[in-house]
């Protein structure tokens, strides 16, 4: 669960986190909110809408949310897919895609705000940004896509919603180009 929630449910009394007017919406994002704690923050918070997105450094933005006056329910997921993202769900040992619905493997993205790459590290960017040419980035997290529904313009619809499952590998890889000088 992300460090503040954690925090607020188990240190802070429950009485003490009502508000007046409610919260319209909670969204977490860095740490999937497991599916488990929801119906405990649903007791605390029965009208606000609890809401996740999916986004890492390397997109500089997230790729997926879950839009605000969507309908309860599909809290445990990170939304639907951003305009102008894409997102294909890969199995990593045949290099396919896994149609949405048909199970999990390593989630890549695409969008205009995914870097090119990391400064000075040929190497990782090579195995991590711009697969098979076509813009493609390996994000690490095993996931799979699941039928659910967002509100789109004030109207609710069906989509396919991200569910992180796992973490495949880390794969930020950060060196200061500033060595230290004794």
């Excluded at 969204?27 to 909110?33: D, F, G, H, I």
């Excluded at 606000?48 to 599909?74: D, N, V």
């Amino acid at each position: 669960m992300p460090p503040i929630l954690l925090a607020l449910y188990h240190r802070v009394p429950h009485a003490k986190l009502q508000f007046d007017p409610p919260i319209d919406s909670i969204c977490c994002a860095a740490a999937p909110l497991p599916k488990d704690i929801v119906p405990q923050l649903q007791k605390i918070w029965p009208t606000t809408l609890l809401r996740q997105g999916w986004g890492m450094t390397e997109t500089a933005t997230c790729i997926t949310i879950t839009p605000t006056g969507s309908p309860q329910g599909y809290s445990h997921t990170c939304g639907a897919i951003v305009p102008n993202g894409d997102c294909v769900i890969m199995d990593t040992e045949t290099l396919t895609s896994i149609a949405p619905g048909q199970g999990q493997g390593e989630l890549w993205v695409r969008s205009p705000s995914v870097t090119l790459g990391y400064i000075h590290n040929p190497t990782e960017t090579a195995g991590m940004f711009n697969i098979g040419g076509e813009g493609w980035l390996r994000s690490g997290d095993e996931a799979e896509f699941e039928k659910g529904e967002v509100a789109v313009q004030g109207q609710t619809q069906e989509a396919w919603l991200l569910c992180i499952r796992d973490r495949l590998k880390e794969l930020i890889k950060a060196r200061s180009p500033i060595s230290s000088q004794s």
